[in-house]
């Protein structure tokens, strides 16, 4: 007999902002501590667990289907960095790593710095952030997180003798900034309520004093983080919003000495530094450069008058960051949403692009520490291509691969095709989708397809390989990511156009290029599945209100689905700085389309997908009670007999669980909901 789902309780709350009265009958499920919100949230993960009970040999074949391809003893690509090489392994039936170092030669006897697998032990959740040893080698600092919440405290340990100190400073993001005296560190923490990084401290080993506030940044639209320089000589604090940034820098040298501001904040200029001999090179949107462009200045003479062109903008390329050496400057460039490195000798001022002949790729540039060096590191990936990393040797032209992601198996990278096409959204504007797919592909609509999206915060998906992917790729699925407005695939204007009141570019975009998909009969919508998180399961709410119909199933993870209550109520950890985002609907105009969109506010009595949603209960960048609160409204709503799950993890918060074959099992059920809807169980 078919259980019947939960029902949370009903309690109305009259909501009312610029004279428009919002009634929210699910506003209590906010209240963490209350015995009813457990009982609610452990009844849904029941009810799935119950509704999904004939999947479980299933899940179980996939999980070990996807382990399976994984190499379990894996070692990382050493680097050297201040004459040690260090290196990450894993082990065998192992979810965490193991971080080693060896002094000088890569024969030197192994050091380890940490083993993970020891450390997680007792924990459901565990996950370490921010290794930075001191510049003598003989500390090292790190951050641990045993909640999921992502706030860290910081531990050092001390390389000689293997002591953990006592020293330890909680609410922090984790990362620690050593300053050359190889005793005094910098570090960032964090509002206890709001979890926004707000204030700069500086922390003196085993000392008796307090640690020394040296910054607090008071607009609460605005973040803070310090870092060290690659040149190992200042400690940089930088201040950040969506639309503009701000840095202090302070010689490591003097630890003791006063940060100075590097240029003061200018609305809707953005700006990042870096410090190479007697200048920093400076990346900047300053003037109209909406597409960023590189200057420089000198270290006496950092702010905007002194800066000089040293790359111009261009209206076709996108210029995203800059790695820099002796001889040469890389530039990391994108245009027509394809990424190219772009190596400049310094001296002769010729350049050239690295050549890469996929028609949908991924390159980036890797670790590279050192600047007396003729190789760049980098990697490449494609849709259909493992993950590679390799040295180019800038001078000689010649590049040595130096591992290429191993899939355990039968796995051949020919026998699948990947391709980008283009939609035509309703406003004429061309959206670029990447598929990929095995070979022998009919369109006939039969096809199921999994389209993926994000599109906010100017990030972008770019196209890479997934060993997990495969397990769709091979029972018949087309994948395919969505490159909507709201990303920085075509450019900063691409940006532009899916934020603020332009926000719904993002989702038409999204529900057009599906609705293209179905014309060319790669799928149908009986076949058609959506997939996106966190503000990709915000468009994941929308599509599912507004274009139903298109979709027979859709995964919405930790979706962004309350937005407007959200977005009002500022003790939230990160609704202060989303303003220029989203928009900040204590201003009317903005409350107004916020809400036009808001998947939570318009859940309507109509058909809708199956839909399987997941949240994380200690989630801090999405609260637990927005996906909890959209199921429950769309319980009261939905006509018809689709599934709707909602999975809470409660043991993790954004991420989902930490251990790296955890978190596969979360990959299977996601899988398995899919591949049910096509009725496929082998």
């Not at 209590?28 to 799935?48: C, G, H, S």
């Not at 899940?59 to 680097?79: C, G, H, Q």
């Not at 980098?378 to 899939?407: G, W």
């Not at 977005?567 to 700085?577: A, F, Q, V």
Request: charged content about 25%; overall charge negative.
């Amino acid at each position: 007999m078919q259980q019947m789902p939960p029902r949370a309780a009903k309690i109305n709350t009259t909501l009312t902002v610029h004279n428009d009265q919002r009634n929210d009958p699910y506003f209590w499920l906010n209240q963490r501590d209350n015995k009813d919100v457990i009982e609610y949230l452990e009844a849904e993960n029941a009810y799935f667990e119950q509704e999904t009970k004939h999947l479980e040999e299933f899940k179980n074949n996939l999980f070990a289907e996807m382990k399976a391809r994984i190499k379990e003893d894996d070692t990382s690509v050493p680097y050297k960095f201040n004459g040690y090489w260090y290196i990450v392994k894993y082990e065998t039936n192992k979810d965490y790593p193991i971080y080693i170092r060896r002094k000088e030669t890569l024969t030197a006897p192994d050091e380890i710095l940490f083993d993970c697998n020891q450390m997680a032990e007792g924990h459901s959740y565990f996950k370490m952030v921010g290794l930075s040893v001191s510049p003598d080698n003989s500390k090292i600092a790190f951050g641990l997180d045993t909640v999921g919440r992502r706030d860290y405290t910081i531990r050092i340990k001390d390389l000689i003798t293997g002591e953990i100190y006592n020293d330890a400073i909680g609410n922090t993001t984790g990362s620690a900034s050593w300053a050359n005296d190889n005793k005094t560190f910098f570090y960032t923490k964090k509002d206890q309520k709001t979890l926004r990084a707000d204030s700069i401290h500086k922390h003196q080993l085993q000392s008796t004093d307090p640690d020394t506030c040296v910054y607090v940044e008071t607009d609460d639209t605005f973040g803070a983080a310090v870092y060290k320089s690659k040149s190992r000589q200042y400690i940089i604090i930088a201040c950040y919003s969506t639309l503009s940034n701000e840095y202090h820098i302070l010689n490591a040298d003097n630890p003791d000495g006063d940060f100075v501001c590097f240029q003061k904040r200018i609305k809707n200029v953005e700006y990042s530094i870096s410090h190479y001999q007697n200048h920093f090179y400076i990346v900047t949107n300053a003037n109209e450069a909406f597409n960023f462009k590189l200057m420089k200045t000198e270290v006496t003479q950092t702010s905007i008058e002194h800066w000089e062109e040293v790359i111009p903008h261009k209206e076709e390329t996108l210029i995203e960051d800059i790695d820099i050496f002796d001889k040469y400057l890389v530039i990391s460039e994108r245009t027509n949403g394809l990424s190219h490195i772009n190596i400049i000798n310094w001296q002769t001022q010729k350049s050239y692009y690295l050549p890469f002949n996929n028609e949908t790729y991924t390159a980036s540039t890797s670790v590279n520490v050192d600047f007396d060096t003729e190789i760049l590191r980098y990697s490449y990936t494609s849709l259909t291509t493992p993950a590679s990393l390799i040295d180019f040797n800038m001078r000689t032209k010649t590049k040595t691969v130096l591992k290429k992601q191993e899939v355990i198996g039968d796995f051949n990278e020919n026998d699948y095709t990947s391709e980008r096409i283009w939609a035509t959204a309703r406003d004429q504007t061309k959206v670029p989708m990447s598929i990929v797919y095995k070979k022998g592909l009919k369109k006939d609509g039969s096809n199921p397809f999994l389209l993926y999206a994000y599109g906010a915060y100017g990030a972008t998906m770019d196209p890479s390989f997934s060993s997990i992917r495969l397990s769709l790729l091979d029972r018949g699925f087309i994948f395919g990511i969505a490159h909507i407005r709201g990303g920085e695939y075509l450019g900063r204007p691409w940006y532009e156009q899916g934020k603020l009141l332009q926000k719904k570019n993002t989702f038409f975009d999204f529900i057009d290029c599906s609705q293209y998909l179905i014309d060319q009969k790669f799928t149908s919508p009986q076949h058609l599945y959506a997939m996106g998180g966190s503000a990709g399961g915000l468009l994941m709410g929308f599509i599912a209100n507004e274009a139903p119909n298109l979709y027979n199933g859709i995964v919405a993870a930790v979706p962004f689905v309350d937005v407007v209550s959200t977005m009002l109520d500022d003790s939230i950890p990160l609704t202060t700085g989303e303003y220029d985002e989203w928009g900040n609907p204590h201003e009317e105009a903005f409350y107004h389309y916020i809400k036009s969109y808001s998947p939570y506010d318009q859940v309507k009595a109509q058909d809708y997908p199956n839909i399987l949603v997941t949240a994380g209960f200690h989630d801090s960048q999405v609260q637990y009670w927005e996906p909890a609160k959209w199921v429950a409204k769309m319980r009261d709503f939905k006509t018809n007999n689709a599934k709707l799950y909602l999975k809470t993890n409660m043991e993790a918060g954004h991420h989902g669980a930490s251990g790296r074959f955890e978190s596969l099992k979360e990959d299977a059920e996601e899988y398995a909901f899919l591949l049910d809807l096509e009725n496929i169980y082998a």
